[in-house]
């Protein structure tokens, strides 16, 4: 069952700080003294409304410290643009990275909030020439703008798509080499169906591209149970409903950390 309750309630994600990086990532604050592995990820590696994510399930399986640097709504643009975070991921043995979609990247077409990364901030002089009839003042968040402009002309949006994707392309080939001689891309994979489903914008050639610079490339497919599980275990206020219907619940943490640990496991040694 789901756990909906009045008022402002959720999990206790306990956040908190490491070293000098700007970000508040989700706690108990773990030992960074001690060999520990490091998951850099946004919303679904935070575990929003969900009681125990990924990451700390991993650390019970694995027996060793896991950091959850997850952040949501972080990606590429967040981590690049916080020296500290990449420096203290360096230092874990090993470094297990969510695969997160293009939208929420500064590129030549707009730019984001440098740590909200799905924010919005303004259109360049060149999306708007292209879209001379769209106000882009009616914009807070990326997703909203960009399935806003598929709806305006396929044809345009495309131009724009292949900007983010090798935005990201960029992006995550400079940052990855960064984060240490051990990394895992954990590659969520979306549903199918559903052309804005997360990671958006990421298709099979981009993570391709990165295989040679990793030390593992995981790609999970849900189970039909977890994905129809809906906020089954899920802790958040009644308002929070929607939102929670599109985060990863209990049984998606559970296959995710079932799928990471085996691939983990042999580089801790």
């Excluded at 399935?147 to 131009?159: D, G, I, T």
């Amino acid at each position: 069952m789901s756990f909906a309750f009045p008022g402002d309630v959720s999990p206790d994600y306990y956040p908190c700080r490491y070293g000098r990086s700007k970000l508040l990532f989700r706690g108990p604050r773990r030992d960074l003294a001690a060999p520990f592995v490091a998951v850099l990820g946004g919303a679904e590696t935070y575990g929003k409304f969900v009681p125990q994510p990924y990451p700390a399930l991993l650390e019970g399986m694995l027996g060793k410290p896991v950091v959850n640097f997850g952040v949501p709504s972080a990606g590429p643009d967040a981590w690049s643009h916080d020296p500290a975070l990449v420096e203290l991921v360096a230092k874990a043995r090993v470094t297990v990275v969510q695969v997160t979609g293009a939208q929420n990247l500064t590129n030549r077409f707009y730019s984001v909030h440098p740590r909200r990364n799905d924010r919005f901030l303004r259109a360049s002089p060149l999306l708007l020439q292209i879209f001379r009839e769209v106000d882009f003042t009616e914009f807070n968040f990326t997703r909203h703008m960009l399935q806003s402009l598929r709806r305006v002309s396929p044809e345009k949006f495309a131009l724009l798509a292949d900007e983010l994707r090798a935005a990201w392309l960029a992006r995550m080939s400079a940052l990855v080499p960064r984060l240490g001689p051990r990394v895992v891309l954990v590659w969520m994979q979306p549903d199918p169906g559903d052309p804005d489903a997360e990671p958006m914008l990421v298709d099979a050639a981009m993570i391709d591209a990165l295989r040679p610079h990793v030390a593992a490339v995981l790609s999970v497919s849900f189970s039909a149970t977890a994905r129809a599980a809906g906020v089954a275990g899920m802790v958040f206020p009644p308002l929070a409903e929607p939102a929670a219907r599109g985060m990863p619940g209990p049984l998606h943490h559970a296959e995710l950390a079932a799928a990471i640990a085996p691939v983990v496991a042999p580089l801790l040694q």
